[in-house]
């Protein structure tokens, strides 16, 4: 699964897919064909073909937030739906978090399961694995945003290498 923070304005909240039709969506969609998770490298609209393997991309927060920057009301009303999609993910093995929000996010997720990592700081690939066999292995990454992708924070290769990890531990 790769969490996002919420749907942009011009992206997944205008397409219905997210990271569809925006900045940071040219860059993970790129990387996730590069890596073998999806069937082409672009997504431009919900029926342009794109179809995905062994991921699930979701957003914490399910409506575009004003300011494109969400609060912690809506991440508490959409924290349900998070939670729906997540247990039908069956086979989830590894979550990616986009950003330190999305991380946050599913901090408080596993904390609801009884498993609290409260002190499990947000870093670009770094992994924290659970001791619960239940709970997927939790890995954060710099948000593919047009601002982190301009100045180098995070750069394509980056991506490609933590989907590269992921796809080894999925095995």
Same mark, same amino acid.
């Given at each position: +699964?790769? %969490?996002g923070?919420a @749907?942009? $304005?011009?992206?997944?909240?205008?397409?219905?897919r997210p990271?569809? &039709?925006?900045?940071?969506g040219?860059?993970?969609? #790129?990387? %996730?064909?590069?890596?073998?998770?999806?069937?082409?490298?672009?997504?431009?609209?919900?029926?342009? &073909?794109l179809?995905?393997?062994d991921?699930?991309?979701?957003?914490?927060v399910?409506?575009?937030?004003p300011?494109?920057?969400?609060?912690?009301?809506?991440?508490e009303?959409?924290? @349900?739906?998070l939670?729906?999609? *997540?247990?039908?993910? #069956?086979?989830? #093995?590894?979550?990616? $978090?986009?950003?330190g929000? $999305?991380f946050?996010q +599913?901090k408080?997720?596993?904390?609801?399961? &009884?498993k609290?990592?409260?002190k499990? $700081?947000?870093?670009?690939?770094?992994?924290?694995?659970?001791?619960?066999?239940?709970? @997927?292995?939790?890995?954060?990454?710099?948000?593919p945003?047009?601002? !982190?992708l !301009?100045?180098?924070?995070?750069? @394509?290769?980056?991506?490609r290498? *933590? %989907?590269?990890?992921v796809?080894?531990?999925?095995?």
């Open positions: +699964m790769i %969490l923070m @749907p942009g $304005a011009h992206g997944g909240n205008r397409t219905g990271f569809t &039709g925006d900045g940071g040219h860059a993970l969609f #790129q990387s %996730l064909y590069d890596t073998g998770f999806s069937t082409q490298a672009e997504s431009h609209h919900i029926d342009d &073909g179809r995905l393997k991921v699930y991309i979701s957003n914490a399910k409506c575009c937030p300011k494109n920057k969400p609060v912690a009301a809506e991440y009303e959409c924290k @349900p739906f939670e729906q999609e *997540i247990k039908r993910l #069956q086979q989830l #093995q590894v979550i990616v $978090a986009l950003g929000e $999305a946050a +599913m408080k997720y596993y904390k609801s399961l &009884g609290d990592i409260s499990v $700081a947000f870093a670009h690939n770094a992994s924290y694995f659970t001791d619960t066999p239940t709970l @997927p292995t939790l890995v954060g990454c710099y948000h945003s047009q601002y !982190n !301009n100045t180098k924070r995070l750069t @394509p290769k980056m991506l290498d *933590i %989907l590269y990890e796809k080894e531990k999925i095995k």
